[in-house]
């Protein structure tokens, strides 16, 4: 059974940091490329960061260069967010994603269940 789980949100004050982590379990974690998505309320779901593996040049969304880095610890298929720096438009709920696309063309894509970060005063 495939799972991403996420954890690590909550309310946050503006300036604060969190550390969001998504564990998977159920396919073959180390041939995936893994994103963060976010969502807020009213709006579309967008694109925060992007890791692949070998994890060479992460790829991050211009609104959280320089505050946010992605990265991942293969040994416990695991990938995190840390988010520094926090602001409110960064409220929204985020949600770990794999993909891969095999050499056939078939792409395998799989969704955690999303954590929410609410930064707020």
């Known amino acids: 059974q495939v799972q991403l789980v996420e954890s690590g949100g909550g309310l946050v004050q503006p300036g604060g940091s969190l550390r969001l982590s998504c564990e998977t379990s159920?396919?073959?974690?180390?041939?995936?490329?893994m994103k963060w998505y976010r969502q807020a309320p009213g709006k579309e779901r967008e694109l925060v960061a992007a890791i692949g593996n070998p994890a060479l040049q992460p790829d991050y969304a211009e609104s959280v260069k320089a505050r946010f880095t992605i990265s991942r610890d293969d040994a416990k298929r695991t990938i995190y967010l840390q988010m520094n720096n926090l602001k409110p438009e960064d409220t929204a709920v985020y949600f770990c994603n794999a993909r891969l696309e095999d050499l056939d063309g078939k792409v395998y894509e799989y969704w955690g269940q999303g954590t929410q970060v609410t930064v707020s005063s």
């Open positions: 159920g396919f073959n974690y180390y041939d995936f490329g």
